[in-house]
Nanobody, 123 residues
Framework: QVQLRESGGGLVQAGGSLRLSCTAS????????MGWFRQVPGKDPELAAV????????HYADSVKGRFTISRNNANTEVYLQMNSLQPEDTAVYYC????????????????WGQGTQVTVSS
């Protein structure tokens, strides 16, 4: 069983930065692909960023590319999302997710989710 816990959300002005953290625990954590989804009410979750593999391959949604950076520690027990140049449209609940592969996160199958942390960007 994989458990995920997010922290670091909050209120920030447009143009500001926030860093989200996700603490992961469980017997298979070291091999999992890790990602950050975000969701606004009434819409499907958007996969904002993913990191996976021994070479820390990353993938970003076009909406966050160049502004957000995903990273993790070597044990894959801590995953971070550095968010810069935040805009009001980045306001959402951000969820940490873990799955057996990049594809599993994209398809949202076989993935584990945290409880989410609210990010609010004021204009």
């Amino acid at each position: 069983q994989v458990q995920l816990r997010e922290s670091g959300g909050g209120l920030v002005q447009a143009g500001g930065s926030l860093r989200l953290s996700c603490t992961a625990s469980g017997s298979t954590v070291s091999t999992l692909a890790m990602g950050w989804f975000r969701q606004v009410p009434g819409k499907d979750p958007e996969l904002a960023a993913v990191i996976w593999g021994s070479h820390n391959t990353t993938h970003y949604a076009d909406s966050v590319k160049g502004r957000f950076t995903i990273s993790r520690n070597n044990a894959n027990t801590e995953v971070y999302l550095q968010m810069n140049s935040l805009q009001p449209e980045d306001t959402a609940v951000y969820y940490c997710a873990a799955g057996p592969s990049f594809v599993s996160l994209v398809a949202r199958t076989g993935a584990h989710w945290g409880q989410g942390t609210q990010v609010t960007v004021s204009s």
